[in-house]
C-alpha cells in the first residue's frame, strides 16, 4: 500500500534507511511480550514526501506487535 502524506496527500517516497548520526546502531521500536521470547523488535523504515518534506516513520512487521 502506498504511504500518503497528511499534510499535502502527496504519494510519499518509501523505504528510506533510518540512522542516528553519530551512532553505529540506528534505531529499533520494541515491544515487551509474554513467554519464552521476552521482546519483539523491528527496525524502522522512513517515508519522505517529495513536496512538503514530511517524514514518517514505519515498519514492515506490524503484525509481530499485535498480542
Known amino acids: 500500500m502506498k ?3 497528511i499534510h499535502c496527500q502527496t504519494e510519499m517516497i518509501e523505504d528510506c534507511s533510518v540512522n542516528v548520526e553519530g551512532g553505529m546502531y540506528g534505531i529499533k521500536i ?10 519483539i523488535s523491528a527496525k524502522p523504515k522512513a517515508a519522505v514526501c517529495p513536496n512538503c518534506g514530511y517524514v514518517a516513520l514505519y515498519i514492515d512487521e506490524y503484525k509481530e506487535f499485535i498480542d
Open 30 to 39: 520494541k515491544k515487551k511480550s509474554k513467554g519464552f521470547l521476552n521482546s
Open 3 to 5: 504511504k500518503t502524506c
